[in-house]
């Protein structure tokens, strides 16, 4: 089988390791092409895996998140030449750039089977009401010409009913898959780890873990942080990431007189290695997917308190393996932060909890979905194909019409 995977860049972030998990499982069953825009900022792994892949890998030049109507319009005509040569079986396109225009071209280009997986959306959090009603409508035209809807939580999956980009039986639920074996077995020195990070081998550590974007919420931790030293001194904030943000949010901490206890480490590679140092993870977002960093919290077995936005809820077991709160809530959110720098016992009860129940979000068994799909459509593919070559052999009635 002939399976496109396209994505506008393989940057930072968690489409990036979906799409590399599924390149990586499938290729040695079957022919897969991964279809990229320029990749800027890929994380180690990524890069690894981008030149490994490289003879499996077509870029796009002009395929970039931003919008502008030129070098889209050349990027479709470009994902159209490829999917003319190229005669995919399934044609499964990832966020929402590259989501749009490779359904559109996959369907010009008389493509296969077309999949798409939002990896969330842009119905809010992200842009002003009147753009998000537009990118509403522009799902709903999108959704019309694509065979399955793929998205990954529950939550995902009403909202797009909701908005009514698509009926129940045409989106599919699949759980985002993370390595879990690479958070459950991290041998490390944590002391040593510690001064490298400038944390201190005395304290408490909470952090967050995420693109320094307005989505992410970042400065609701920050104003969280000097109300939780408020009341807990033997505390530091690790703020692992970068993003259009930090800069301000630096500043905030200066204003705020606690520079000393919030702690900017930018893009690390050693995610592992820091989620077990923490004790709490914290994830303020206004509007989230997933969380992939919740699940991989999870399996370290590190409870998390994180905003109850998109997906979220379906990752993390409000009071169980951790606390959700709203989102925007600088205030709610330090208390639960509070709340659980006060208690070890609760911290490791959802700590052992979170580890029993990130298990379903195996990266293993997201692949085997995944391709349980691909096989699904071009076994009716395949059927159709039967059944119209049947119809075609039929000798032609008296009034010379098929029987």
């Given amino acids: 089988m002939r399976i496109a995977q396209v994505v506008t860049r393989m940057d930072w972030g968690g489409p990036p390791d979906i799409i590399r998990t599924i390149c990586k499982s499938l290729a040695s069953s079957h022919n897969v092409k991964l279809i990229t825009g320029p990749t800027a900022f890929p994380s180690l792994r990524t890069s690894n895996f981008l030149d490994e892949f490289r003879d499996g890998l077509i870029t796009v030049p002009h395929l970039k998140r931003d919008i502008n109507l030129f070098q889209d319009f050349l990027a479709l005509a470009e994902l159209y030449r490829i999917f003319k040569r190229e005669k995919f079986d399934v044609v499964h396109t990832h966020t929402a750039k590259a989501g749009f225009l490779g359904r559109i071209a996959a369907r010009l280009a008389g493509a296969g089977k077309i999949v798409h997986t939002p990896h969330g959306h842009n119905f809010y959090g992200y842009f002003g009401r009147a753009a998000s009603r537009l990118l509403v409508v522009l799902e709903r035209l999108a959704a019309r010409i694509t065979d399955r809807i793929i998205v990954l939580t529950e939550s995902e999956k009403r909202d797009m009913i909701d908005c009514k980009v698509a009926g129940a039986s045409h989106i599919l639920v699949i759980d985002s898959g993370v390595d879990i074996e690479a958070y459950t077995e991290v041998d490390i020195d944590a002391g040593k780890k510690r001064d490298e990070l400038r944390a201190g081998r005395d304290t408490s550590l909470v952090g967050m873990i995420g693109r320094l974007e307005p989505v992410k919420g970042p400065e609701y931790l920050v104003k969280a942080a000097r109300l939780v030293l408020d009341e807990c001194r033997r505390v530091k904030f690790l703020v692992v990431g970068e993003g259009s943000l930090r800069a301000g949010l630096e500043s905030l901490c200066r204003e705020a007189g606690i520079s000393g206890k919030v702690i900017f480490t930018g893009w690390r590679e050693d995610i592992p290695e820091i989620l077990s140092l923490l004790d709490i993870v914290v994830l ?54 509070v709340d659980l720098l006060g208690d070890t016992e609760k911290r490791v009860r959802m700590g052992e909890e979170a580890r029993r129940w990130v298990r379903r979000f195996s990266s293993d068994r997201m692949v085997r979905k995944f391709s349980g799909v691909y096989e699904g459509l071009a076994a009716e593919d395949r059927t159709s194909g039967i059944m119209l070559h049947k119809r075609a052999l039929q000798p032609a009635g008296k009034d010379g019409c098929r029987e």
């Avoid at 399996?299 to 959700?324: E, F, H, N, S």
Wanted: aromatic residues 0%; charged residues 20%.
């Fill in 284 to 337: 303020p977002s206004l509007n989230e997917a997933v969380g992939r960093v919740l699940i991989e919290a999870g399996a370290c077995g590190k409870p998390v308190v994180a905003a109850g936005v998109g997906g979220i809820p379906d990752i993390v077991r409000d009071g169980r393996t951790g606390m959700l709160v709203p989102p925007g809530d600088a205030v709610s959110l330090s208390r639960a932060v």
